[in-house]
């Protein structure tokens, strides 16, 4: 009699459950990390991923193994064009409906926006009135937000003119008079990632991962395909059926729709910010495979991110940075040694 099996852990987390596709490309921020800087900073911002690429930066990480030496770190490039800020927002709390909105002042775009192709109901506001109208309010509060659109006509490697729409928090200080102070201030301006973010800081990334559309077991659950020596009238690359008198349990992996899921990955480091005119300086030799050049400003991140070229990508304040990260005390800009622009295109 052989040996009992001792150990069989399930494949695949039922933490993504159920794995369906993304209800929206621009995904929504769902929690916000509580910042506290001294003054009011918007907390996300919205790209479009570009490619990667690979560079070497000096190890700054205390206790590594490498630290202060020269390392290979993959990279990812995410082309951040300025933002325009469209509307104020303000929310109130209440015990029984959770966070609820109070009012929101919209600015006048810019022609040149086509906020138009975006938003069908956009019409003309008396923006003074309604920031007057919402500083009235202003004692309810307990959140300030602002809608902010990307400017796509300015990347290099997008063919769309029509906006994404994103809704981020300002935080940096708990006193709501300022942050609707400095949301006013930038009503109706426009918004560099360079304010948001800085060099050397963690950042998370939340996008729609890449799809792979209907997939069976294998592929989608990673569970151990059937040994191939053996006879298998019904197919080796399958899960056997498991009932319970009523159905089947909900747990069982089963076929279905792979990838085009929201997900976050926490904590990557911004490596450089550039502006305009410096993505000369990263974009490979014939550009970037299914994207091109890099024409307007980008961040550099440290490993992967989720999605496809061409893909909105949200970056966020990190909501729970690493521990070496936290005992830096304040951000390091890293030192990049070399940055590869070798071609892409392969041979």
Known sequence: MGARKKRAPRRGSLGFSPRKRAS????????????DIGRPVPLAFLGYKVGMTHVFIVDDRPGSPTYGKEIFVPVTLVESPPM??????????????????????????????????????LGSYDTDKMVKALSEKLSEAVEV??????????????????????????????????????????????????????EGQMVDVIAVTKGKGFQGVIKRWGVKELPRWHKHRKGSRRIGARSHGKGTFWETPQAGQTGFHRRTEYNKR??????????????????FLHYGIIRSDFVMLAGSIPGTPKRPVV???PIRPPEWYLKLGEVKKPTITYISLESKQGN
């Open 24 to 35: 929206r490309i621009v995904p929504r921020v769902r929690s916000w990390p509580h910042v």
């Open 84 to 121: 325009y800020v469209l509307a104020v927002r303000l929310y109130g709390y209440d015990p029984n409906r959770g966070l609820y909105t109070i009012g929101e002042a919209w600015a006048n775009p810019p022609l040149d926006l086509e906020l138009h192709r975006k938003v069908k109901t």
């Open 145 to 198: 937000r602002i809608l902010a659109a990307t400017q796509p006509k300015l990347t290099g490697g997008l063919s769309k003119k029509k906006p994404d729409i994103l809704e981020i928090k300002i935080g940096g200080v708990d006193d709501v008079n300022q942050l609707f102070d400095y949301a006013v201030k930038k009503l109706g301006t426009t918004l560099p990632v360079s304010e948001v973010f800085q």
């Open 270 to 287: 911004i490596l450089m910010i550039g502006g305009e005119g410096d993505g000369y300086k990263v974009t490979p030799a014939g550009g």
């Open 315 to 317: 970056l966020r304040w």
